[in-house]
């Protein structure tokens, strides 16, 4: 898992920020805080891999924390209102840079380059599954939505899925990691983009709008159907139609 914190000073922010990591399989909130300064306290008592710091904050600013050295060697994703920042907050050697507002597919993009920098030993340690074992339960997992098409369900989560087959978060979210190559949230809309190209071109499912295919397809975001479906196939859903 990758530990994290998110600081912020605005409830609305740190709501977003806790929403969007809710959807991520291997990350963890272990704290939330409204300034840098509150940071002391968490790194005393925890392990972190990942701070998710604003920039405009009262007394002392997510920049000048990290000047400071307030936040150690842990990894930060910048998180503000205003663009002129971005260059001193590479420079200072920030994972990303999230401009407001952001959407979660932008969000996942940061996420996906912390990833990147974490042994895959330390990501999974609270797993228990060596990576034979991960394989296996990622089998079972590929066979379980081919047969039970569990991505139809807008509302399904990692915690709702590990549930029904009987696995923990950590060993779910391993399997689909390490063996698939993609997060959670992506593995499931992927199986969800198939979905609804076979009904795109079933002659029977003519009538129905694309909104409506989407939707019927486990989509709970036309935006993110419609840009999901573009990177991947290459056009849009109209055009494959």
């Given at each position: 898992m990758i530990r994290s914190v998110i600081v912020d000073d605005e409830p609305h922010a740190l709501y977003i920020l806790e929403a969007y990591a809710q959807r991520c399989s291997d990350v963890e909130i272990i704290a939330r805080c409204s300034n840098a300064f509150e940071l002391s306290d968490v790194f005393e008592k925890e392990e972190v891999d990942l701070v998710l710091l604003d920039i405009q904050m009262p007394q002392l600013t997510g920049i000048e924390a990290i000047r400071a050295k307030l936040l150690k060697n842990t990894r930060v994703i910048l998180v503000t209102a205003y663009p002129?920042?971005?260059?001193?907050?590479?420079?200072l050697n920030v994972v990303d840079y999230l401009l407001k507002p952001f959407s979660f597919e932008r969000f996942e993009k940061a996420i996906d380059k912390v990833r990147s920098l974490m042994p895959t030993t330390s990501r999974y340690a609270k797993s228990g599954l060596s990576s034979a074992?991960?394989?296996q339960v990622f089998a079972g997992v590929k066979k379980y939505f081919d047969e039970e098409k569990p991505y139809l369900d807008a509302d399904l989560r990692l915690d709702t899925l590990a549930q029904r087959m009987g696995l923990n978060r950590n060993?779910?979210?391993?399997s689909i990691n390490e063996h698939g190559k993609v997060a959670f949230w992506?593995?499931?809309?992927?199986?969800r983009l198939e979905e609804s190209k076979r009904r795109l071109k079933d002659a029977t499912l003519q009538h129905l709008t694309i909104e409506a295919i989407a939707i019927d397809s486990g989509f709970n975001s036309i935006s993110t159907f419609n840009s999901l479906f573009k990177r991947v196939v290459g056009m849009t859903p109209s055009e494959w139609r």
């Open positions: 002129q920042h971005a260059v001193e907050a590479f420079e074992e991960s394989e060993q779910l979210s391993q992506n593995f499931v809309n992927l199986y």
